[in-house]
């Protein structure tokens, strides 16, 4: 492959929306076997919004409280449910203190509250689970009082995107950090079959490691500060153009157009390159 015709390339690339990082990176999509996706934000649109609350009065003003300190898709969720329902100011929260992957605590009114998933809270592990939406139960004082139900859009291009990629000999798989009934559930309406849910952020990369160590090339797409280590493991990175810096940082590519449909011709237009140029 002559440098030139790699360079001409990666500037069709750019016209299309897609960012090479440098023409290098074409030649790992020829032997990419595997596309792992990160769920929200990369399947989905990643934004989130509450659509039932159940538990006393004030479950939503308490998780809100403690969700102003988050930048993640769910606490800014809750925050502007919270805003939408009264509009009244929330009250101070000392102590705030977030665990990536697994919710948000903090001191609201002299009392503990903790937001996130079952195990976080205390809760009982089926009362993360709701109709394949992705919910965060509510402890105040160690009390488990009540959950919160979101919904996340499924980006409207991700199921033909998937079967492009299928038909350029991927295999996909779903990776995210949610439920595993939520997950099912994207899984299923984009026609993925392999599911890995409830990771941990610190254990998407080892996720990645481990489709490694079975042989498979791996490419992975995600957006979020927590995919940033496995975007860098994969074989090939690809991030969404509306994703956080890291992720950008650690990809070898990035879909300007913030679709999956970007990431199949990413990998076509590679190919076909390559093709050309051999
Ligand atoms: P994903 O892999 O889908 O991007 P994360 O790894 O960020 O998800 O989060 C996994 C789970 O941890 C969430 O589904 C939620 O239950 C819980 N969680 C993480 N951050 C928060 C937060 N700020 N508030 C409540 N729950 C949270
Ligand atoms: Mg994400």
Redesign the pocket.
């Known amino acids: 492959a002559t440098p030139t015709a790699l360079l001409v390339g990666t500037g069709r690339g750019a016209q299309r929306g897609i960012l090479i990082k440098g023409p290098e990176v074409l030649e790992s999509t020829r032997t990419v076997d595997t596309i792992v996706l990160?769920?929200?934000?990369t399947v989905t649109t990643g934004r989130l919004a509450v659509v039932s609350t159940e538990g006393p009065d004030e479950i939503l003003r308490y998780a809100a409280a403690v969700?102003a300190g988050?930048e993640?898709p769910?606490?800014r969720a809750i925050v502007a449910a919270a805003a939408a329902a009264r509009g009244e100011r929330l009250p101070a929260v000392t102590d705030f203190r977030?665990t990536p992957?697994?919710?948000?605590r903090g001191i609201v009114e002299g009392r503990e509250v903790l937001?996130?998933?079952a195990e976080f809270t205390g809760a009982a592990p089926g009362q993360?689970e709701h109709g394949g939406h992705?919910v965060?139960t509510v402890a105040i004082d160690q009390d488990v009082r009540g959950r919160l139900v979101l919904a996340d859009d499924i980006r409207p291009s991700s199921r033909e995107a998937i079967a492009t990629l299928r038909r350029l000999g991927l295999r996909p798989v779903l990776l995210?950090?949610?439920?595993a009934d939520a997950a099912r559930q994207v899984a299923d309406a984009t026609g993925i079959d392999e599911v890995i849910a409830e990771v941990l952020?610190a254990d998407k990369v080892d996720t990645v490691k481990r489709l490694q160590d079975e042989g498979r090339v791996v490419a992975m797409v995600g957006d979020?500060v927590?995919d940033a280590a496995a975007l860098a493991q994969a074989d090939l990175g690809l991030a969404m153009g509306a994703g956080t810096d890291v992720a950008i940082e650690a990809a070898d590519l990035t879909l300007v157009r913030d679709d999956l449909t970007a990431a199949a011709d990413a990998i076509r237009l590679s190919r076909r390159t390559l093709r050309v140029i051999k």
């Open positions: 990160d769920k929200t934000g969700e988050s993640h769910i606490g977030a992957g697994r919710g948000v937001v996130g998933r993360a992705t965060v995210t950090g949610d439920n952020p979020g927590n």
